[in-house]
């Protein structure tokens, strides 16, 4: 089983004006000591993300272990560890039949029937949100809460990753409910190495 930190970065391409702006904020969250940190485009082509990709990698070098959001071929062709995959992404087997068995799965869910089932793939962590309410997807499922949180902790023994609208304030509330790791954006933008560096002072 895997171990996950307490601080998940999540970089979204969708916040940053330009491919500079987005490796300032990498390089910042690397310096407040993220160790692990996931891509996610949704918008851009696929020659876009993979040099996003590649740059990130280049940069990150073997400092932080690197996902990539939906895209196992990306993925693959980034060198990055692993792939995160949503509820209308490729199933969780046929990604792991691509990434093989020594990289990273991680399945989105967000409701306890999702959880039962990503608990019997191989995924290596379960995430399960949004907690809060959260600005960061235009069409966000249905808040969870705390609760949610609870209930999945009872469905899975996989590492779980909390996701949606987690801050500096609530994120103890957020791992004291049963989550093994914080995956945050909005909170890490204004300031990544301050943010994070806050994030792992509130979480020890």
Sequence with gaps: ??????????????????????????EGLMSGGVTLLQYR???????????????????????????????????????????????????ADSVRALIGDSRWLGVSTHNPAQ??????TSANYVAIGPVFATSSKEKPDPVVGLDGIRLARSLTEKP????????????????????????????????????AEEFFRILR
Excluded: W
């Design 41 to 91: 485009n949704k918008t851009d082509s696929a020659r876009v993300m993979l040099q996003h990709a590649r740059d990130i990698r280049k940069l990150v070098g073997h400092h932080a272990k690197l996902i990539m959001n939906d895209r196992a071929d990306l993925c693959l062709a980034a060198r990055f560890e692993g792939v995160h995959v949503g509820q209308d992404d490729l199933s």
């Design 160 to 195: 779980l990753v909390a996701i949606g609208g987690i801050t500096h304030y609530n994120a103890p509330e957020v791992i004291g409910a049963g989550a093994d790791s914080v995956a945050v954006i909005s909170s890490l933008l204004r300031s990544p190495r301050k943010s």
């Design 1 to 26: 089983m895997i171990c996950l930190p307490r601080l998940y970065a999540i970089v979204d391409s969708s916040c940053f004006p330009n491919s500079g702006s987005l490796l300032e904020f990498v």
């Design 115 to 120: 959880i039962a089932e990503a608990d019997k």
